[in-house]
């Protein structure tokens, strides 16, 4: 029997400034759903946090779905019944399913991320060679988001060398031919941006209250592309100082559209409409 009564939980850290509990309510409230909420469930200051207590105490309080975002995109997975094909090819997790008494973990993170880039570049924007900062839950999906848009030689660069390396060993199982990847520290940054058509930040780096780029930016030509995970602010340090050189820009929010409908096709089997929830976004955005 199809459920009627939705109540999402955002399950991540520092959360006050997250714009996914409106946009989810808009759109919810414009299809009608009767008795939908989104809201945060913030573990900031928390520590040793048991995500599985977490899960069972928000499911007993009558939660029957999740967001799951930064820091515990990969740590929550041990605690799910079970990880889709679409989460497991790359060891991350933002979307938990409630079916039939069962947790299934997704990400839309990949799906979204590469419907961002197909909208913000011109289809025939270079890609041979593209450079990623970070490794983590967010740079796993963006990374195989990168393979799936054609990048031939996808360079990973992140400080933590054991995420390096799980995480190439997850993408070079779906490997298409011709493509390769590497990884690499903070100092080969500079010669690897140099040989990209394209850099994309999926760290944490300049978001509000951290600021910051994931390198410098005056490494930056006109003939690159950049994007950035990171949405508020919608533009950047990083965007900013890119845009000032010349570069294409794809800013989060494209990401954050795309993921958002998708999450929620996933928790209320319902199809939203994309073009509303990005108008609802530049609404909530003109209102903060």
Not at 42 to 55: H, I, K, P
Not at 128 to 138: D, E, H, I, P, S
Request: with cysteine; charged share 20%; proline share 3%.
């Amino acid at each position: 029997m199809r459920r009627t009564a939705h109540r999402i939980g955002l399950i991540g850290n520092d959360l006050g400034g997250s714009l996914s509990p409106a946009l989810h309510q808009a759109e919810a409230h414009a299809l009608g759903l009767p008795d939908y909420s989104y809201e945060r469930i913030d573990l900031e200051g928390r520590t040793d946090v048991d995500l599985g207590q977490v899960l069972r105490e928000s499911l007993a309080q009558g939660f029957t779905g999740f967001n799951v975002t930064h820091p515990h995109k990969q740590a929550i997975m041990p605690h799910l019944d079970e990880i889709a094909p679409d989460a497991a090819v790359i060891g991350a997790v933002n979307t938990v399913v409630l079916q039939d008494g069962r947790l299934i973990g997704h990400n839309t993170d990949r799906t979204g991320f590469l419907a961002g880039l197909r909208r913000g570049l011109a289809r025939d924007a270079k890609r041979a060679t593209v450079t990623l900062f970070g490794a983590g839950g967010a740079g796993s999906a963006v990374g195989a988001a990168l393979l799936d848009f054609g990048v031939a030689d996808l360079r990973i660069i992140d400080t933590d060398a054991g995420r390096l390396a799980q995480l190439k060993d997850l993408l070079t199982v779906s490997l298409g031919a011709g493509q390769q990847v590497s990884t690499g520290t903070p100092e080969q940054a500079r010669s690897w941006i140099a040989a990209s058509q394209g850099v994309v930040n999926a760290t944490p780096l300049g978001m509000e209250g951290i600021g910051g780029t994931p390198f410098d930016t005056s490494w930056l030509a006109a003939d690159h592309w950049v994007a950035d995970v990171v949405y508020r602010p919608v533009d950047t340090k990083l965007l900013r100082d890119a845009a000032a050189h010349g570069c294409t820009t794809v800013k989060g929010t494209e990401m954050l559209v795309e993921q958002a409908a998708d999450t929620f096709a996933l928790l209320v089997c319902t199809a939203p409409d994309r073009r509303r929830m990005r108008s609802s976004l530049e609404h909530l955005l003109a209102a903060v």
